[in-house]
């Protein structure tokens, strides 16, 4: 079972049910949407977006607080259907007990799609402030800024096709309608004190006929169906796995299987977001590169092949593990790359460093200058040290030497902080068998071929030889 994925574990194990036909499309969609394109400093990355439906008081806010929750290292907002609910005019103020709130004429999808195109482009937005009790949006707006994720919740959000086209995962909570019908009584008599001949009068008038006409149809676009809602914690752990794996995944990575981005954590992006300040430190920045450098040696690490080795423990027992992989060395592409040396020396006791100086001719043309490499490099996994991957030329001046020295082209690591798309794409197609380890892939290179937004001259600032 342990090689199962998500979807099988969550088809198998809980009936929560996948759409292999839907998560095919929505996989094409995202790989149609993930070529390569020309990359400038005001490009942005698309925020994952979650469609949760279902029939009213099925759990969907509930679903929604626990995906949350548990994505406490995202960005994430949450977008209700009901805010976008029309202002009802005086004429249907007299007559609210005979107006359909769950009929899709009930909602201003118009507006909806434009708060949600905006977003999906980076652009913050104006939610209408729906109040339910006047049956109008209020002063002032609920502000929305561009979020790594969006949850789009409501019970008609899958009726609308555009709206259905803007999602990266549909989920449909599917809960039993008599407990439907018993929070709803529970929350309209006790929050919005009405009384329950009120209710139900407009439950068995609008609600189940809408929930029959309009609702469940929708049903057949969800990618994922949750029995039980809010109750099937199981299934919405296995669903934040789900997505924690697609937001781990930078959309080059789904073009390029050899490509590997660390894990982004708060303590990540904090770190990150020290050493790109202009004004930091040069103690501070070095102290925190070092981090993140040892990050990315550690993960590194992790692609080298293992054996399986058996010890003994103090206790006499029988551990069984795996062994390091011992031909091994690292080669720093001099000047920036040397800063990573102590990280890798840190990880693995007595490695051997080879070095390579590469000279910049221009803006792509490159000269070799230096090499020191270890004579038995033919025969070792070598790992590439670069903390800024730019245009990619030197990477791949730096690449060829170590192939025309007999290294095998899957045996080469390439490990850098940051990665610009160009340089990525320049690697990767012309060695689709090296893996390349980054912490984070950039916006693109401005007009000076220079990393955007970038943190400078790297070797400057760690070895203290910039002008200041």
């Known amino acids: 079972m342990g090689s199962n994925t998500v979807e099988e574990l969550l088809e198998t194990s809980i009936g929560v049910h996948f759409s292999r036909l839907h998560l095919d499309k929505v996989e094409q969609r995202n790989h149609e949407a993930d070529q390569p394109a020309a990359s400038t400093a005001n490009s942005h990355r698309e925020p994952f977006v979650i469609g949760v439906a279902g029939g009213a008081s099925a759990g969907k806010t509930t679903v929604c607080n626990m995906i949350i929750e548990q994505l406490h290292d995202q960005r994430v907002v949450l977008i209700n259907q009901e805010s976008f609910y029309h202002n009802l005019s005086e004429e249907e103020l007299a007559h609210v007990h005979d107006y359909n709130f769950d009929h899709p004429d009930a909602f201003d999808t118009e507006k909806l799609l434009y708060c949600m ?54 989920i449909f909570v599917d809960t039993d309608a008599d407990v439907r019908l018993a929070r709803r009584i529970r929350v309209d008599t006790n929050e919005m004190a009405r009384d329950i001949g009120t209710v139900l ?130 080669v720093s592409i001099i000047r920036s790359g040397e800063s990573m040396e102590n990280a890798l020396r840190a990880c693995c006791k007595g490695i051997k460093i080879g070095k390579i100086l590469i000279h910049r001719e221009g803006d792509n043309g490159q000269q070799l200058i230096y090499q020191n490499l270890p004579k038995d490099i033919s025969d070792r996994h070598v790992l590439l040290l670069d903390p800024i991957l730019g245009t990619g030329n030197s990477a791949v001046q730096a690449i060829l030497l170590l192939l025309e020295k007999g290294v095998q082209e899957a045996n080469i690591i390439f490990l850098n902080l940051i990665s610009a798309p160009q340089g990525i794409h320049v690697v990767c197609k012309r ?26 001259e790297f070797g400057d600032r760690y070895f203290g030889t910039d002008d200041e």
């Open 117 to 170: 195109e905006s977003l999906k482009h980076g652009q913050a937005v104006d939610i209408p402030n729906y109040n339910p009790r006047i049956y109008k949006s209020v002063f002032p707006a609920r502000k929305v800024n561009p979020s790594d994720v969006i949850i789009l919740e409501g019970i008609l959000i899958f009726h609308d096709p555009r709206v259905r086209a803007l999602m990266n995962m549909k």
């Open 201 to 330: 009068d407009q439950y068995s008038k609008f609600v189940k006929p809408a929930f029959d006409d309009f609702i469940l149809p929708t049903k057949k676009y969800a990618d994922i169906i949750i029995p039980r809602g809010g109750d099937n914690h199981v299934a919405i752990d296995l669903i934040v796995q789900h997505i924690c794996t697609k937001l781990g995944q930078h959309d080059l990575c789904k073009i390029y299987p050899n490509l590997s981005v660390i894990q982004s954590t708060f303590q990540i992006r904090g770190m990150h977001t020290l050493i790109r300040d202009a004004q930091a430190a040069k103690h501070d920045f070095i102290f925190y590169s070092d981090r993140l450098i040892r990050l990315v040696v550690e993960h590194g690490l992790g692609h080298l092949p293992f054996t399986e080795k058996q010890v003994i423990t103090p206790t006499g027992s029988i551990y069984t593990g795996v062994d390091f992989c011992k031909r091994l060395c690292g």
């Open 431 to 456: 060695f689709p068998r090296i893996k390349i380890v980054t912490s984070e892939i950039e916006f693109g290179l401005n007009e000076d071929f220079r990393v955007i937004p970038g943190m400078g």
